[in-house]
């Protein structure tokens, strides 16, 4: 068994304001995805020029904020928002959805498109291997929280989470880390150095996390306010996972069967 390594989640304290692990976490996945976006435009513009980048990240980041936490409020504790509206606000805290995130990504990449006149499918494919680096700094996040842990486990790298009882669980917060954060960037990163179909990109980002997130909700405890959402087994991350695997295997599809670059 593994020893958790408590972290104090709050990074920085300057009188009333604390500046939290959570929050650097993606403020370090933006800076490194806004530097590796210029850089490849820089070389393979495709339409795009860098200063571009800051106002297309400054619409993502809205989008993932906003639809992140209403997202997560929506889809694990819709409860919660009805009673107290005022917890949206509190992103510090955790919760925030990625599904949720991804389509207020979406909206916000469609506006920035219909502002410049831009083509949606040429944004998305723009920054979709660069995803991967705030969602793998988003789980490290998740860890140094404490947050999201596993199911209980026997295997020799199970932790003791601080909040997650007395028996050694998963990591499952670096489970994801690996796949969604490392495993995902490399495959979009190399796959999208050569000219693909338009959509192939944003495709294949949308088929391999949505398997790799209903992987790893096989060794994730599944949100105590819902619990399992079909059939005894399935967690809503997965049934959540299940619509991005068909829309990225159809994009996919339709990418090269128009192969229009």
């Given at each position: 068994?593994l020893?958790?390594?408590?972290?104090?989640?709050?990074?920085?304290?300057?009188?009333?304001l604390?500046?939290?692990?959570?929050g650097?976490?993606?403020?370090a996945?933006?800076i490194?995805?806004?530097?590796?976006?210029?850089?490849?435009?820089?070389?393979?513009?495709?339409?795009?020029?860098?200063?571009?980048?800051?106002?297309?990240?400054?619409?993502a980041a809205?989008?993932?904020?906003?639809?992140?936490?209403?997202?997560y409020?929506?889809?694990?504790?819709?409860?919660d928002?009805?009673h107290?509206?005022?917890?949206?606000?509190?992103i510090?805290?955790g919760?925030?959805?990625?599904?949720?995130?991804l389509?207020?990504?979406m909206?916000?990449?469609?506006?920035?498109?219909?502002?410049t006149?831009k083509?949606?499918?040429?944004?998305?494919?723009?920054?979709?291997?660069?995803?991967?680096?705030?969602?793998?700094?988003?789980?490290?996040?998740?860890?140094i929280?404490?947050?999201l842990?596993?199911?209980?486990?026997?295997?020799?790298w199970?932790?003791?989470?601080?909040?997650?009882?007395?028996?050694?669980?998963?990591?499952?917060?670096l489970?994801?880390?690996m796949?969604?954060?490392?495993?995902?960037?490399l495959a979009?990163?190399?796959?999208?150095?050569?000219?693909?179909?338009?959509?192939?990109?944003?495709?294949?980002?949308?088929l391999?996390?949505?398997?790799?997130?209903?992987?790893?909700?096989?060794?994730?405890?599944?949100?105590?306010?819902?619990?399992?959402?079909?059939?005894?087994?399935?967690?809503?991350?997965?049934l959540l996972?299940?619509?991005?695997?068909?829309?990225?295997?159809?994009?996919?599809?339709?990418?090269?069967?128009?192969?229009?670059i």
């Open positions: 068994m020893t958790y390594p408590t972290i104090n989640p709050v990074a920085l304290q300057l009188g009333p604390s500046i939290h692990w959570y650097l976490m993606y403020l996945g933006f490194a995805g806004w530097a590796l976006l210029v850089m490849r435009v820089k070389r393979s513009p495709r339409g795009f020029q860098p200063d571009q980048i800051s106002d297309i990240l400054f619409y809205l989008g993932i904020i906003l639809g992140g936490r209403l997202g409020m929506l889809f694990y504790q819709l409860d928002m009805i107290y509206p005022l917890h949206v606000f509190q510090w805290q919760g925030m959805s990625f599904h949720g995130g389509l207020g990504v909206i916000a990449m469609w506006l920035y498109a219909r502002k006149g083509s949606f499918a040429d944004i998305t494919d723009l920054i979709a291997p660069v995803v991967p680096i705030g969602l793998g700094c988003g789980r490290i996040g998740n860890f929280n404490g947050e842990w596993g199911r209980v486990t026997d295997m020799p199970g932790m003791i989470f601080p909040t997650g009882g007395d028996l050694p669980r998963h990591p499952s917060q489970y994801e880390f796949l969604e954060g490392v495993v995902l960037f979009l990163w190399f796959f999208s150095k050569k000219e693909r179909p338009r959509w192939a990109v944003s495709g294949l980002f949308l391999l996390y949505g398997l790799f997130r209903f992987t790893v909700e096989f060794f994730r405890e599944p949100d105590i306010q819902i619990g399992f959402v079909a059939f005894g087994w399935m967690s809503k991350g997965q996972s299940i619509p991005m695997i068909l829309a990225g295997v159809i994009l996919m599809i339709y990418a090269y069967a128009r192969k229009k």
